[in-house]
């Protein structure tokens, strides 16, 4: 199971920090990512990171967030700096459905395990 939390109100320009805690599984052992969703359209990736520590970025967020984890914790992170109003959706983590994956995948059928999601609002 994965509880995302971190959300919020936020102007643009700002930061927040998503987290992501996971349960019930070998977390340090996936591929984890975080993805986002707006009404109407299809849920796209933001950002990921290996089991090794390889990550991969969307293009449009790409300089303005980082993606890490702490495996002791269970957790992964998502920092996001310079905030746009385009930024704002809800924001999803997920485990790769196998584990020990050498590349980051991208595709929502590749990930097995979803977060219940945390709504980011970035007013103009």
């Known amino acids: 199971q994965l509880q995302a939390s971190g959300g919020g109100l936020v102007q643009a320009g700002g930061s927040l920090r998503l987290s992501c805690v996971a349960s019930?599984?070998?977390?340090?052992?996936?591929?984890m990512a975080w993805f986002r969703q707006v009404p109407g359209k299809e849920r796209e990736f933001v950002a990921g990171?290996?089991?090794?520590?390889?990550?991969k970025y969307a293009d449009s967020v790409k300089g303005r967030v980082t993606v890490y984890r702490d495996d002791a914790k269970n957790t992964l992170y998502l920092r996001m700096n310079s905030l746009k109003p385009e930024d704002t959706a809800i924001y999803y983590c997920?485990?790769?459905?196998?584990?020990?994956?050498?590349?980051?995948?991208?595709?929502?059928?590749?990930?097995?395990?979803w977060g219940q999601g945390t709504q980011v609002t970035v007013s103009s």
């Open positions: 997920a485990a790769d459905r196998n584990p020990w994956r050498t590349i980051v995948r991208e595709e929502n059928m590749d990930f097995g395990s």
């Open positions: 990171i290996g089991w090794d520590g390889l990550t």
């Open positions: 019930g599984r070998t977390f340090s052992s996936y591929t």
